[in-house]
């Protein structure tokens, strides 16, 4: 299967970024739809107090009018595009950044939550590319995307439920792990017995991957030395 031509440098050995496989019947409804991905250590623990600054910085810097004005930024409206091509309106179902910006202007600020959760909004926040983590250790060989199987379910708010046949997933050898641009429930939530996590991005048509490799350094290197 080929990648799109912004490809995300690849390379071998520990902590270094890797192409999911993209099941074919996506990869051509889709060109240039990509999984990038990267499995590092990760212990769940309490946020620094440098990351909080950090966060409270950026939730500084965002305002109504600021919120407003990203959503035509090249990122996030390629991200809005791509919503609406997979038949989603952007504006009920926002895309992460948006998200991240509206629970912030609603919330008055950004509650730390511990890590890595923190070092997932900071990513976002800084590059507009939402990383993701998973828990590796149930994992069943490299993740990639595919449409949903019929019979096939997931944890979504608390609730085992269907999903759509041919709706799109991140997905393992064995089953689906998550819904595109959402949390993750279990077993593939980070937990407290969490020890190392898969960290991935789908990489939008059209998103730069030096976006991408950007979001997903900062949140390995918050990992790293959180």
Not at 55 to 84: C, E, K, M, W
Not at 91 to 118: H, K, N
Request: negative net charge; glycine residues 10%.
């Amino acid at each position: 299967m080929s990648g799109p031509s912004d490809e995300v440098p690849v390379e071998e050995g520990e902590g270094q970024a890797q192409l999911g496989w993209i099941e074919a019947e996506i990869e051509d409804e889709f060109p240039g739809l990509a999984l990038v991905t990267v499995e590092v250590p990760c212990r769940p623990t309490r946020t620094a107090p440098w990351v909080v600054h950090r966060l409270t910085d950026l939730a500084n810097r965002i305002t109504g009018p600021y919120a407003l004005r990203v959503r035509q930024l090249p990122v996030p409206a390629l991200h809005r595009s791509f919503y609406r091509q997979l038949g989603l309106d952007p504006d009920v179902r926002r895309p992460p950044l948006e998200q991240a910006l509206f629970d912030r202007l609603w919330s008055g600020g950004f509650v730390p939550g511990g890590m890595p959760g923190d070092a997932l909004l900071v990513a976002l926040l800084e590059t507009g590319v939402a990383v993701w983590a998973a828990d590796a250790a149930p994992l069943s060989g490299p993740l990639g995307v595919r449409g949903a199987r019929p019979g096939e379910e997931l944890w979504t708010a608390g609730q085992l439920r269907p999903l759509a046949k041919g709706e799109l997933v991140i997905a393992d050898a064995d089953r689906p792990v998550a819904r595109i641009f959402e949390p993750l429930g279990p077993p593939f939530a980070v937990g407290p017995a969490t020890r190392r996590v898969v960290l991935y991005v789908l990489q939008v048509p059209g998103v730069p991957a030096l976006d991408v490799q950007e979001s997903l350094n900062t949140c390995r290197n918050l990992l790293r030395i959180a």
